[in-house]
T-cell receptor, first 111, second 116 residues
Framework: NAGVTQTPKFQVLKTGQSMTLQCAQD?????MSWYRQDPGMGLRLIHY???????DQGEVPNGYNVSRSTTEDFPLRLLSAAPSQTSVYFC??????????FGPGTRLTVL | AQKVTQAQTEISVVEKEDVTLDCVYE???????LFWYKQPPSGELVFLIR??????QNEISGRYSWNFQKSTSSFNFTITASQVVDSAVYFC?????????????FGKGTRLSVIA
């Protein structure tokens, strides 16, 4: 199993550009989520999904969209990037809550 | 509302010292799960432990041990005989509900530096 994969690993955007952060898991996990990590802030939940076709907002959803058309994939879309979205983004998945498996992260810089 | 507080922002110890990382949580649920994750300098998040609210037994895994006390809403983490490889940021997290399969609320983390 590849576990949770995230692409790209690094990305630089200009203000106003859009992009999609990809997240995929091959463990047949129903639950997936996106977090952002900022210095001194820990990890904060952006969006999450409890299964295909079901998504919900977390603590900091503004400026981000998600969809879950398959169990495996949970992409995060930035519609119009802003410098405040400069962060490290982690995707996670879980089956029964024993452990949330995290991807390696995407480091995003918005200029 | 759920909340996790890690009051220690940074801790520095000399190798072989014992160190305890504090975690205090707030929740209105009677059923919940607590987690600890390690984030080494390489940046990935490494799962260390999951504990449900009905299991107050302390856990030991090698040099790591966890002390869960519902009376004080604390889930502290002790590293015995610390090593340089323990240098990392450690996060405590809370998940409400009876499955543990719900969003995690993280503390802000404690950066541990172990000096040789």
């Amino acid at each position: 199993n590849a576990g949770v994969t995230q692409t790209p690993k690094f990305q630089v955007l200009k203000t106003g550009q859009s992009m999609t952060l990809q997240c995929a898991q091959d463990m047949n996990h129903e639950y997936m989520s996106w977090y952002r990590q900022d210095p001194g802030m820990g990890l904060r939940l952006i969006h999450y999904s409890v299964g295909a076709g079901i998504t919900d907002q977390g603590e900091v959803p503004n400026g981000y969209n998600v969809s879950r058309s398959t169990t495996e994939d949970f992409p995060l879309r930035l519609l119009s990037a802003a410098p405040s979205q400069t962060s490290v983004y982690f995707c996670a998945s879980s089956y029964d809550g024993n452990e949330q498996f995290f991807g390696p992260g995407t480091r995003l810089t918005v200029l | 509302a759920q909340k996790v507080t890690q009051a220690q922002t940074e801790i520095s110890v000399v190798e072989k010292e014992d160190v305890t990382l504090d975690c205090v949580y707030e929740t209105r649920d009677t059923t919940y799960y607590l987690f600890w994750y390690k984030q080494p300098p390489s940046g990935e998040l490494v799962f260390l432990i999951r504990r449900n609210s009905f299991d107050e037994q302390n856990e030991i895994s090698g040099r790591y041990s966890w002390n869960f006390q519902k009376s004080t809403s604390s889930f502290n983490f002790t590293i015995t005989a610390s090593q340089v490889v323990d240098s990392a940021v450690y996060f405590c997290a809370l998940s409400e509900g009876d499955s543990g399969n719900t969003p995690l609320v993280f503390g802000k983390g404690t950066r541990l530096s172990v000096i040789a």
